[in-house]
Nanobody
């Protein structure tokens, strides 16, 4: 089981990024997958999750700006991030709840 996050980068406030979580060794659509983030000096916090049935949930700070989805043809879980703010700056990780598997993280930096 492996998860690989990608798509991070440097963007100006108000911009957008799309993160991808590539799953290998299992079919991601059969599992609850979520995204977490960790800013310097802060604890890792949940951002968004998607159930096997496609139900989604979001942390309050990102509601209305972030969208989690799946591309089952490519075994990906995506995180579309719009209207980015400097406070969204963090390392973003994807995570499979069952078994507690983590990807390696991708850096998102939002400049003001």
């Amino acid at each position: 089981v492996q998860l690989q996050a990608s798509g991070g980068g440097l963007v100006q406030a108000g911009g957008s990024l799309r993160l991808s979580c590539a799953a290998s060794g299992f079919t991601s659509s059969n599992y609850y997958i979520d995204w977490y983030r960790q800013a310097p000096g802060n604890q890792r916090e949940p951002v968004a999750g998607i159930t096997a049935g496609g139900r989604t949930n979001y942390a309050e700070p990102v509601k209305g700006r972030f969208t989690i989805s799946r591309d089952n043809t490519k075994n990906l879980v995506l995180l579309q991030m719009n209207s980015l703010k400097p406070e969204d700056t963090a390392v973003y990780y994807c995570h499979r709840l069952t078994g507690g598997y983590w990807g390696q993280g991708t850096q998102v930096t939002v400049s003001s």
